[in-house]
């Protein structure tokens, strides 16, 4: 039997895939009706007037997604149920819905949220605007502009093309690519100082994940967690939502306050610090660099009582004055470091890779913590960076970009003092793509914050970094992202900020 259906030689559709669309369309509009008998693919191929492999193709496309079925010595026939209709959800449940009560008249039970549920209510520490000002010092990105896309681009297709599908496939085994964590312990050992075997690495998703995976493996409730005073927000809510107790550790121009730790928690006093969370290359939000005799220091307070170290390396690789001193886990004789590594500040912040270093006898559970969070983070990065890696695209990268932000830095200090003069102190001049400082102002913090939004610029309070008292006038300044114009467009319009008179409502009150 003949079946019209319109097809065009001229047409930039594919012979079959026309048939395929034509096809289609009969069915979903009835022409075909449900458990009809199509002409065969001799048949169908006469009357259009194609090859028949042509129609062949187009027949198995409609077999493999379920509009077509085939029996043999019978023929092929329209399903009697289209696979459109898998996809959507049946009317009848109307019918079932109008038979339940009212919500108002059931006796329900309040909802309990886990203590993890609970200490993630208050939102306040994620209430980012809606809209981004057109100038943003608050968040620490890289300069994306910078990145070598063209690289990285042919680095994956390279990969896409080598046809290695098991790539697609969810691996047995979670601590990652094997490739990749050799590629970073041989970085690590000249970059860092720190020598690991692969086995001790395990790739995650990020910093963040790190951390939610050391606390997930390592603090039980009541534990008690030192963090430095100010620290970073993402620690501090990671190790309070699994209910640590928080110990703040202050820190001064050498960095975390080891005659603290030693005076509070050692082997003869009465409380037991479970870990202790640094940032010891470049403090955060300080800046400030922890001394190599405070390094030791700490390392043996820690091996004497048992504490575990959490060492975040966020960025390193970004040192403009002197020689990067050691990281702590580079000279750790104790197995007292778990080191915390990313490629967000170095590479991309949407790549979403980065590494813990854990010491041997928690390689096991920590991958096993990382199968259950997760299963693995995407392997195709994984090799993608494995080769940006080792064929020397990433140290390359890094020097130019030190080069690049350590003249940003300085612009930044030079309009800095030129614009506010004694008003403003600098804090941490000499590294990362972030830095520290205070004005001297008589503006509430939050009454700034809008008054520079209200003039398309982007700034936070350090508040939110404190689990004491803050200083007032205290603000993290990032320009790693920002060209040199920004950035003194930018500061200029957060003088005139300072420079207005009329008081706004704080942020609160405005919500």
Known sequence: MDFPINISSTSDVPLHRQIYEELRRAILSGRLARGKRVPSTR????????????????????????????????????SRQLPDELLEATDDIDDLVEQLPERSTLKTRPRQLSQYGQTLQSKDWLGYPDEEPEIQFTFGRPDLDEFPARIWSQLLTRHCRSRQLWLLDCPTKARGYTPLRNAIADYLAKARAVICEPDQIIIVNGSQQALDLVTRVLVDPGDIVGIEEPGYIGAQKAFHAQGAKLSPVFVDSNGVRVDFLKSRYDISTPDDMKLLYVTPSHQYPTGVSLSLGRRLDLLAWASRTGTIIIEDDYDSEYRYKGKPIPALAGIDSGASVIYIGTFSKVLLPALRLGYL?????????????????????????????????TEGHMERHIRRMRALYGERRLLMIEALKGLFGSDVTIYGENAGINMLVRFNTDIPDDELVIRARNLGVGISSTRYMYLGDAPHGEYLLNYGGLKDQEIIEGLTRLRAAMDRQETLLPVEAQD
Do not use: C
Not at 52 to 68: H, I, K, P
């Open 357 to 389: 270093v854990v010491p041997k006898d928690l390689i096991d559970v920590f991958a096993r913590a990382k199968w259950l969070n997760d299963r693995h983070s995407s392997l195709i990065q994984q090799q993608v960076l494995s080769d940006f890696i």
């Open 43 to 78: 048949e169908m191929s006469k009357s259009v007037g194609v090859a028949r492999a042509t129609v062949s193709m187009a027949y198995d496309y409609l077999l493999s997604e379920g509009y077509f079925e085939a029996y043999r010595g019978s023929g092929t026939y329209v």
